[in-house]
C-alpha cells in the first residue's frame, strides 16, 4: 500500500485493473437487485463493526497531511470522523431503497412487418471514477455503480491512499460472501500519478471516466482522455432579480442562493437586478447581506444605490468565489441579462425571481443551464433534492447527461428487437 | 475554395466559424418547428431547382478523382447524380415530416417543498460531423442537427470540396430568406488536414463530434478530442444459431444477414453454430451460400461438415469482412456462444436463432450490443427499420446513445424548476 507496486508496472496494473473490471462487469450486469442490495446493506453493517479499523488507516492519512502541513480545510475533508462513517452508512442503506434502473422497457413498438422493438436500460459496463481528498466517496460511489449493474475503478486522492484501501477491503469482503467478483469494486492501489494518465487511455474496457475535483484535474482528464468523460468544471450560478419581481421573495432567495452554503457549487455567485426594480430592491438586500458579512462587488450603478459595494473588475464577472464574496450587475432589460448568463454562466444553475407569466416561460426556454429555476433558489441543483434519489456529481456538460446524475445516468439503453424470422428485403 | 484561405490561419478559420455556430445555437434553440420546417422544405425545392448547377460543381470534384486515378467505387460514392439528388430531396421531406423532439416534458414531478421539477429536451448546442467522401451527407446531415434545433459544422472529405460548398450555398440562401443565422450550417471551406484538429479543439464552442468514416478517421477523431465523440468503430455482427433452431428460419436469417447488403455495417460477419445442429443446419446452408458464392472460413468441424469450406485463421474470427466472405464457428453450448460474442463481437448487432423461451430470454439479457435479436436478420440495425425514422450513424460505444441515432439523440435534457419562493433549509 501507499505507493509500491512491485513486479508490475503501473501501465501493466492499471490495464490489468481495467481487464478484470470488464470481465467482471458481464456478471455484475445481470446481478438480481436483491443480491445488489444485499451488498450494500451488508456493506453498511460491516462500516459500523470495523469502525476502529477504518479510523486508524485514516489516522495514518492524517498524520501525513499534517507532516505535510496541509490546511485544516483539507484534514477535515479527509478526516473519516464518526460522524462521516454514519454518513455513508446511511448513503448505503439509502441506495439500496432505491429502485433499480436496470431492465426498464418504457415502452415497445411493433415495427410494419411485425417486429417488436424496444430499448432496455442497461449498465454502462466499467465506469473510472477520479476523485480528490474526500474517502467518503469511495463509498457512495461505490454503491451507486454497484446499484446501477456496474463495475468500477475508483482513483482517489494520493492523501487519502490508506483509508481508501480499507474501504476497499470491506466492500470486497462482503462481494466474495455474496460470489460476486471483487474486481466490481477496485480501488487503485497506488498514488503513483501515471496511474491516472494510463486510466484514460483503457478505451476498451472503461465506459465512462467521472473525475471529480478541482478545474485543474478535470481539464487534464478531458484533455488525456481516449474514454467518454462525464464533467463538471464550475458553478458560477446567477439569479436575475426581474422588474416584475415579489421583492420580498426576491430578498430571501438571493439570501438563500448565497449564504446557505456559499463554498458549494449550486451557491449564487453573480446577482443581476433589473434597473427599473435596483432602487428598491438592492437597498433591502444589501442590509441583508451586510449582516451576515457578503462582500459585495458591483457595477457602477450598484455602487451608486449601495455605498459599500467595492467596485466590481473584469474578472470578478463570471468568477467563481465560493466565499461571502457577490458580483453584482444591475441589467437595463431582460436581453441584457440573458446575454449576460449566456456570457458568463457555466450551464450550472440559473434562476428568476418575476411575477410575469411571460418572462417567466422565456426564461426557462432560453436559458441554457442544467438546471433553470423561476422563483426558487439556486440551491436546489442537487440530485436529492430535485428528486432523484442521490447523485454521483452534476454535468455541466450536455452529452449523456445535464445536471445531477443519479443512478439513471450511470445507465444507458440498448436496443432489443423480437420477431418471428423477419427478414429485410 | 479547394484549399486556399487568406488572411486568417486554419486555426483562426475554424476557430471563428465555431464561435459563430456557437452564437447562432441560441437562436437556432429556439426556433419554432414550422420555421424549421419551412427551411428543410424550402431547401428541397431549391435543390431540384439548381440540379444543374450542383452537378457542374460536382463534375469538378469528380474530373480531380479521376485525374487522381480513385477507385470506381469511390468515384460511385462521390457522384451527385440525378438519383442521389432525389434521394436528398426525399430525406429533407422525411425529416420535415418527423415530430419536432424539442420541449418535450415527458413528466415533471412535486417534491415536497411544493417545487415543481421536470426534465426539458433541449438541443444539444453546436454539433460538427467529420465525414468522409458522400457529399449527401452534408445535406442529411445538415436536415437531422436542424431539426433538432442544432447549429451544425460540417466537415466533409476534401474530394468533395466543390459538391459540399455548393449544397452548403443553397442552404445557406434559404436560411436566409427565413431569417435564420446562416452560421446554423457551416461547411468548413478547406481542404486543410489541419481544420480536423482544431475543430476537436473548440471544447468551449462544439458539444459534440460525430465522425462517419474509415476506422482510422475514428480513431484519429477519438484520441485527439476535447470535445465527446459519438463513434461507431465496426461492425462484426453475428448471428448464434441454437440446438433449438427452427432450421428454415435460422436458413433464411443468415442468409439475409449476410447477403442481402454485405458491404454495411449491419451484415452477418460470423455465424455460430450450436454443435447438436450443426450436422443438419451447416450442409443446408452451405449450399444456400454457394449459390451465391459466399465464401465460408470454418473452425474444424465446420470444415468437416463443409467440404469447401476454407479453414479460418485467427484472424478472421472478429473480422469485418464487408464482403461475401463469412466466418464460421461451432459451439460447444450457450455459453460458449456468448463468450464468442463478448470476445468477438463489436457490440453492434447480434441475433440467436432459437425457439426456446429462457435461452431468448437469456440472449436478450446477457448480451451486449446495441442491438439484441430473436429470430429476426441483423440488417434491421437501422434507424429506419427500427421505427426512428432516421439516424445520423450508429453508435457502438455506450453514453448518450448506443445504436442508431436518430433526432433524439441529438438532443439533451436540462432540468426546469417553477417554484413559489422556495428556499433550502
Not at 468565489?321 to 457577490?326: C, G, M, Q, S, T
Amino acid at each position: 500500500m501507499g505507493g509500491e507496486i512491485s513486479n508490475m508496472s503501473v501501465k501493466e496494473l492499471i490495464k490489468d485493473m481495467a481487464k478484470k473490471a470488464k470481465d467482471a462487469s458481464r456478471k455484475i450486469a445481470t446481478l438480481t437487485t436483491d443480491i445488489k442490495n444485499h451488498v450494500l446493506l451488508d456493506t453498511a453493517e460491516l462500516l459500523i463493526q470495523k469502525k476502529d479499523e477504518i479510523q486508524k488507516e485514516n489516522q495514518k492519512d492524517l498524520e501525513v497531511a499534517k507532516e505535510k502541513g496541509l490546511s485544516k480545510a483539507f484534514i477535515d475533508r479527509l478526516t473519516l470522523s464518526d460522524k462521516i462513517i454514519n454518513s455513508m452508512v446511511e448513503g448505503l442503506k439509502d441506495v439500496a431503497s432505491l429502485p433499480d434502473p436496470i431492465g426498464e422497457i418504457p415502452k415497445m413498438w411493433i415495427r410494419p412487418n411485425g417486429l417488436q422493438v424496444g430499448r432496455v436500460r442497461i449498465p454502462l459496463g466499467v465506469i473510472a471514477m477520479i476523485y480528490e481528498s474526500r474517502p467518503n466517496v469511495t463509498i457512495d460511489a461505490a454503491a451507486l455503480c454497484l446499484k446501477a449493474g456496474n463495475a468500477v475503478i475508483l482513483r482517489g486522492g494520493s492523501d487519502a491512499i490508506n483509508s481508501n484501501m480499507v474501504l476497499a477491503s470491506i466492500i470486497q469482503e462482503v462481494l466474495k460472501k455474496h460470489d460476486v467478483p471483487v474486481e466490481a469494486i477496485q480501488v487503485v492501489p497506488t498514488t503513483d500519478r501515471d496511474a491516472v494518465l494510463h486510466l484514460l487511455k483503457c478505451e476498451e474496457e472503461i465506459d465512462l471516466i467521472i473525475p471529480r475535483g478541482g478545474e485543474g484535474l478535470i481539464r487534464f482528464v478531458v484533455e488525456n482522455s481516449s474514454v467518454p468523460v462525464l464533467k463538471h468544471y464550475k458553478g458560477v450560478c446567477h439569479v436575475f432579480v426581474d422588474k416584475f419581481a415579489d421583492i420580498d421573495m426576491a430578498v430571501d432567495i438571493c439570501f438563500n442562493s448565497k449564504v446557505q452554503r456559499p463554498g458549494v457549487c449550486n451557491a449564487m455567485e453573480g446577482m443581476l437586478v433589473h434597473k427599473d426594480i435596483a432602487q428598491e430592491f438592492l437597498p433591502k438586500m444589501a442590509q441583508k447581506f451586510k449582516e451576515v458579512g457578503v462582500e459585495i462587488r458591483g457595477c457602477t450603478k450598484t455602487c451608486e444605490i449601495i455605498p459599500d459595494a467595492v467596485p466590481a473588475k473584469e474578472e470578478d464577472w463570471g468568477y467563481e468565489f465560493l466565499d461571502l464574496i457577490l458580483a453584482v450587475r444591475v441589467v437595463d432589460g431582460f436581453d441584457d441579462a440573458l446575454n449576460y448568463i449566456a456570457k458568463y454562466g457555466s450551464n450550472h444553475t440559473e434562476a428568476i425571481v418575476t411575477k410575469d407569466y411571460a418572462r417567466s416561460r422565456r426564461f426557462l426556454k432560453e436559458v441554457d443551464a442544467s438546471l433553470v429555476l423561476v422563483n426558487a433558489s439556486t440551491r436546489f441543483n442537487d440530485g436529492g433534492q430535485l428528486g432523484l434519489g442521490a447523485e454521483i456529481g452534476i454535468s455541466t456538460s450536455k452529452l449523456h447527461a445535464y445536471g445531477p446524475m443519479g443512478l439513471e445516468e450511470l445507465t444507458t439503453k440498448k436496443f432489443i428487437a423480437l420477431g418471428d424470422g423477419q427478414i429485410r428485403s
